[in-house]
C-alpha cells in the first residue's frame, strides 16, 4: 500500500544552519504531497505542497520539491531559526474521491541559539 | 477568518465510558476528516464525511464512529473506552479533494483512566 518515510529525528541544529529532512513515498498514480507542522501543544498546520511531478513548494523559507523519478520530497530550509522548533510530517494523498492523508513517521527539530 | 474548531480541548474519561467528540470546519469546507495521534503509531486515518456521507473508513473497529450534520459539523464517537483509545484527536477541513490540503483543528486530548 501507500507509504511515506521520513528520516528519524530528532534533529538538533544551531540557529541559522541549513535544514534538511529526507522523505520519500510509495505510491500508485500520482499523489500530491505536503509538508505539515506541528508546535508543542497544538494541531498539525499545513507548511506546504505540491500536486505533480517537479512542482516545488514554498512558504516562510521552507521549500520542498515533488521529485517523481527518486519518490522524495525533501524539506529545507536556508537558515533554521529556534522559532522553527517543532515537528515536521511528510504526508500524501492519493488521487480520487478517497481523500485521506496518509503521514510518516514525523521528525523533531530542536534549533539551539 | 474562523479556523476548524474542536470541542472540548481535554478531556478525560474512564474504561467502558462512551465519548462524543465534535468539530466545526471552516466555513464553507464540506469534507471533514478524523485521524489519531499517538506516540506508538503516529497519526492513523479513522474516517472522512462529505455532504454527510461517509465516504471512506480507516481500519478501526467499531467502537469509532461518526457523523456529519448538514451544516458540516461533525461528531465522532467512541463506545466502551479503552486504555489505548488515549489519544489526541484531530479534525481536519478541506474545500474537497486534495490538492487543497487540509486545515485542521488543534485537536482534543483524550485520556482513558
Known amino acids: 500500500g501507500d507509504s511515506v518515510t521520513q528520516m528519524e529525528g530528532p534533529v538538533t541544529l544551531s540557529e541559522e544552519a541549513f535544514l534538511t529532512i529526507n522523505c520519500t513515498y510509495t505510491?500508485?498514480?500520482?499523489?500530491?504531497l505536503f509538508w505539515y507542522v506541528q508546535y508543542p501543544g497544538e494541531g498539525l498546520q499545513l507548511l506546504l505542497k505540491?500536486?505533480?511531478?517537479?512542482d516545488k513548494g514554498s512558504n516562510k523559507g521552507f521549500e520542498a520539491t515533488y521529485r517523481k523519478e527518486t519518490t522524495s520530497f525533501h524539506l529545507e530550509k536556508g537558515s533554521v531559526q529556534v522559532s522553527d522548533s517543532a515537528v515536521y510530517f511528510c504526508?500524501?494523498?492519493?488521487?480520487?474521491?478517497?481523500?485521506?492523508?496518509?503521514f510518516g513517521t514525523g521528525t523533531l527539530l530542536a534549533v539551539q541559539p | 477568518k474562523a479556523g476548524v474548531t474542536q470541542t472540548p480541548r481535554y478531556l478525560i474519561k474512564t474504561r467502558g465510558q462512551q465519548v462524543t467528540l465534535s468539530c466545526s470546519p471552516i466555513?464553507?469546507?464540506?469534507?471533514v476528516s478524523w485521524y489519531q495521534q499517538t506516540p506508538g503509531q503516529g497519526l492513523q486515518f479513522l474516517f472522512e464525511?462529505?455532504?454527510?456521507?461517509?465516504?471512506n473508513k480507516g481500519n478501526f473497529p467499531g467502537r469509532f464512529s461518526g457523523r456529519q450534520f448538514s451544516n458540516s459539523r461533525s461528531e465522532m464517537n467512541v463506545s466502551t473506552l479503552e486504555l489505548g483509545d488515549s489519544a489526541l484527536y484531530l479534525c481536519?477541513?478541506?474545500?474537497?479533494?486534495?490538492?487543497?490540503?487540509?486545515?485542521f483543528g488543534s485537536g482534543t486530548r483524550l485520556t482513558v483512566v
Open positions: 481536519a477541513s478541506s474545500l474537497d479533494s486534495v490538492p487543497y490540503g487540509y486545515t
Open positions: 505510491a500508485t498514480g500520482y499523489p500530491s
Open positions: 505540491a500536486t505533480k511531478a517537479d
Open positions: 504526508a500524501l494523498s492519493t488521487s480520487g474521491a478517497t481523500n485521506k492523508l496518509i
Open positions: 466555513s464553507g469546507h464540506r469534507s
Open positions: 464525511y462529505f455532504s454527510e456521507t461517509q465516504r
